[in-house]
């Protein structure tokens, strides 16, 4: 049997490490939004973005499962919600990048969602310039 005292002792010594894990975890360049603590992001470079913020927070998968199979089996390459379309405005200015640096957009979402990100293991993350055209 452990005393009292002992077990007292325990529980706080656990509830500091749990405490302190949970402020090791938390995102600190992030900015307290209306939701709490949110994902640090550069700014997009263009205007408007071709939907709302939130819409395209919650949609932004299926709008680019949808442009892919387009792309697939159609051979449609532009539109709105094309990768390509994404990376262009998206890119950080300091990387150059949608997911060099863990404050590029996509990188930064995704860690703040803790969600895996596999799209750039075969897609460019990089916008590409007007100078390198692939023939």
């Known amino acids: 049997m452990v005393p009292a005292v002992l077990r007292r002792h325990l529980?706080?010594?656990?509830?500091?490490?749990l405490v302190g894990v949970g402020a090791a975890g938390a995102v600190p360049q992030g900015d307290v939004g209306t939701r709490g603590l949110e994902p640090a992001i550069e700014p997009a470079r263009g205007g408007q973005c071709v939907a709302d913020p939130a819409f395209m927070r919650r949609n932004h998968g299926k709008l680019l499962k949808h442009q892919r199979d387009d792309t697939v089996h159609l051979g449609l390459r532009t539109g709105p919600y094309?990768?390509?379309?994404?990376?262009?405005?998206?890119?950080?200015?300091?990387?150059?990048?949608?997911?060099?640096?863990?404050?590029?957009?996509?990188?930064?979402?995704?860690?703040y969602a803790a969600v895996q990100i596999d799209c750039f293991e075969c897609h460019a993350s990089?916008?590409?310039?007007l100078g390198s055209a692939q023939p």
Not at 85 to 109: E, K, P, Y
């Open 126 to 129: 990089k916008p590409q310039t």
């Open 82 to 111: 094309s990768l390509k379309a994404c990376i262009g405005c998206h890119a950080s200015r300091t990387t150059g990048s949608v997911a060099a640096a863990r404050t590029d957009f996509c990188q930064g979402c995704h860690a």
């Open 11 to 17: 529980r706080a010594a656990a509830l500091a490490l």
